[in-house]
């Protein structure tokens, strides 16, 4: 009887955490971001998730989870099973990571599309690097970078971004805020380098990220 009633006490107390966790949340979907390093694409996610006032119980941006796309891959993984096994599973999960240097680049690809449960995750990549799509707000262009010896294809990118942005930093706080009157430009020029990378059999470059704003802009419905 003792073993029943502490049974029946901690399954209530389970149900109270959960009323609790699900009232903070607002009515639209509970998405989580994972993203490659620690500062750029997290603060750029968070600051896009304030600009639309999306609540951060629904939008949750995670960047500690190391720099290798399938370390990427393992923790929205494990961050899912958490959530789902406390009742509040997240509805979509986005993995944000480049191609630059990357050995697993495509390993991740290739788990995230055969991932369970379908149509949960999604690949949020970026050849060669997250500063294309940067890139994208200024000019539009699908001149193939290659790494060149004491020059990764990610830092030509970052050559040319800072042509527009001089001062660009990695890991500014309101890059997404400040680039806000180009975004729509930004997300035209990428779906277009997209469709030309489909034409010509090729990823490079190319970048998913407008995908992803678009989610967030259409968050709250």
């Known amino acids: 009887m003792g073993t029943d009633n502490l049974f029946h006490k901690r399954k209530a107390k ?43 119980v629904n939008v949750e941006v995670r960047g500690d989870c190391g720099s290798d796309p399938m370390s990427i891959v393992n923790f929205a993984k ?8 406390a009742g509040d599973p997240f ?3 986005y993995c944000v990571f480049d191609k630059d240097g990357h050995a697993k680049y495509s390993q991740a690809l290739s788990t995230l599309a055969s991932a369970t449960p379908h149509g949960v995750y999604f690949a949020i ?13 200024f000019i539009y262009t699908t001149r ?27 890991g ?24 030309e990378c489909n034409r010509n059999g090729t990823d490079n ?6 995908r992803l704003v678009q989610v967030l802009q259409d968050l709250k419905g």
């Open 205 to 210: 470059p190319s970048t998913h990220v407008h």
């Open 78 to 85: 494990q961050r899912f099973r958490e959530e789902k096994d």
């Open 144 to 170: 193939p970078y290659t790494a060149l010896p004491g020059n990764s294809s990610g830092n030509q990118v970052l050559i040319e971004l800072k042509r527009y942005i001089p001062d660009y930093e990695k």
């Open 91 to 93: 509805e979509q999960v």
């Open 14 to 56: 389970t149900a109270k955490e959960l009323q609790r966790r699900v009232a903070k949340r607002d009515a639209y979907k509970k998405i989580l971001i994972v993203c490659e390093g620690e500062k750029t694409e997290p603060n750029y996610f968070e600051d896009a998730r304030d600009y639309y006032r999306l609540n951060t």
């Open 172 to 195: 500014c706080r309101t890059i997404f805020s400040n680039l806000i009157g180009n975004l729509e430009q930004a997300k035209r020029f990428a779906e277009r380098s997209l469709q």
């Open 125 to 137: 990549n970026s050849v060669p690097s997250f500063e294309y799509w940067l890139l994208l707000h």
